[in-house]
């Protein structure tokens, strides 16, 4: 049977959009994909999808010098009119703080060389994207240069997007986008110009006369319940980077403006717990070009909390896999070693190996038992909403009901070598 298979980002981007224009209903698929996307800014301005009557998308289109977003969709309120809205997407692999990563120099300065200051832990049970999280929200021990030039971070991506659209909008702006050009970091030895091409040129005025612009951030995070009341630390770190960014001294006078407040981080995780519904036809591409890339997706790394060993007892007993005498006492010691942790007891032993895998649908915490009944399966797999109640929050019967339902087998993920702490 004949195969088509997209490698790495711009493959997956393709089959996202190409599954999209095969379904039944297109725009009530995108609608259903991209309204998943979480704002950075609580409070912020608000993409109401509700009221799209049509769309078109672009598949990374060229914007000559301001670079060729990984997709664009314009929606339309009425077919055939004007655009009244453009999406820009940028794409990535890694979550969207590793992706934007602050240079060495400055988390070694900041960090002063002692993170177990900070985190509790040792310098290399450190989590990069915990370490850089800290570092975004504290941007005064940020040096002025610390984005002063081009990169190829999804944070510089869409400040050069939210540059040209800011250009756009002025008098004449495409005409100046053409010649002189404008400066965009302070670092920039020159202008960037957007070119005579025909194709550009068409592409620049449909966005030139859209009524207002949304920047996406396509990464693999993890996005914050619905009904969560806890602040969400990363959007507030992507907040930080984009005022940073945008404060920092311009060769031009024009400055984006507060694109922050248009700007979402729409995660691969969601877009997964779409395509996995096999009832969607058109979604088969894309969740054949997600599994082929399985082993490319890099989540933030779980760090689970001091709880998680007694949930683990707990569950592992209400489920008759450990067992203890009535009345007993258990002399427990807890020690982590090449990523496992160990639980030991007085009149049973139980020891259980935890690795944090990643995979298209999320990390998952892949458990193996010790020392069980040979009619026991001693693996199973918990997916990340399960392992939010059961590590986190030790919700024990919703841990008993995933453990029962993920003792079937499930895609081989990769494991990460990060320690759990």
């Known amino acids: 049977m004949a195969k088509l298979y997209g490698y790495s980002e711009r493959g997956l981007v393709n089959a996202l959009f190409e599954s999209v224009m095969d379904a039944d209903r297109p725009l009530d698929l995108l609608k259903k994909l991209m309204g998943s996307a979480v704002a950075v800014c609580p409070g912020g301005e608000e993409l109401d999808l509700s009221v799209a009557q049509d769309f078109e998308i ?12 990984d997709a664009l969709v314009f929606l339309y309120l009425e077919p055939e009119a004007h655009p009244s809205d453009v999406i820009f997407v940028e794409a990535k692999l890694v979550p969207f703080l590793t992706s934007s990563r602050l240079i060495q120099s400055i988390r070694g300065e900041a960090l002063d060389g002692r993170p177990e200051v900070l985190f509790g832990s040792a310098a290399s049970a450190v989590e990069s994207e915990e370490v850089d999280r800290f570092l975004a929200l504290q941007p005064s021990s940020w040096p002025d240069e610390t ?65 207002k612009s949304w920047f996406f951030a396509l990464t693999p995070d993890l996005l914050p319940p619905a009904d969560s009341e806890a602040p969400w630390l990363t959007g507030a770190a992507i907040r930080t980077m984009i005022d940073h960014i945008n404060n920092q001294p311009l060769p031009s006078r024009c400055k984006p403006d507060d694109w922050k407040k248009r700007t979402y ?74 990523g496992a942790r160990e639980r030991e007891s007085h009149k049973s032993t139980a020891v259980l190996t935890c690795a944090c895998l990643h995979g298209c649908g999320g990390p998952e915490l892949d458990v193996t038992l010790v020392g069980v009944a040979d009619n026991v399966d001693p693996t199973f797999r918990l997916p990340h909403p399960e392992i939010v109640g059961f590590v986190e929050h030790g919700e024990e019967r919703k841990g008993i009901a995933a453990i029962k339902s993920s003792m079937v087998a499930r895609p081989a993920s990769r494991a990460d070598d990060t320690t759990l702490a």
């Open 58 to 69: 672009y598949v990374e289109p060229s914007l000559s010098e301001f670079g060729n977003p």
């Open 147 to 211: 984005y002063g030039k081009n990169g190829s971070t999804i944070l510089q991506e869409l400040f050069l997007k939210a540059r040209l659209v800011s250009f756009l909008g002025m008098s004449d702006g495409l005409k100046r986008l053409q010649e002189p050009g404008i400066g965009v970091y302070s670092a920039d030895k020159g202008t960037r110009k957007i070119g005579y091409k025909d194709l550009v040129i068409q592409v620049a005025r449909k966005i030139e006369k859209t009524a």
């Open 265 to 338: 981080v729409w995660s691969w995780q969601a877009i997964w717990e779409t395509a996995s519904d096999t009832s969607e036809k058109s979604l088969s591409r894309l969740r054949e070009t997600m599994t082929w890339n399985d082993q490319s997706f890099s989540y933030p790394s779980l760090r689970a909390t001091d709880k998680w060993p007694d949930c683990v007892e707990s569950l592992l007993r209400e489920l008759g896999l450990v067992t203890k005498a009535p009345g007993s006492k258990s002399r427990r010691t807890y020690h982590v070693e090449e």
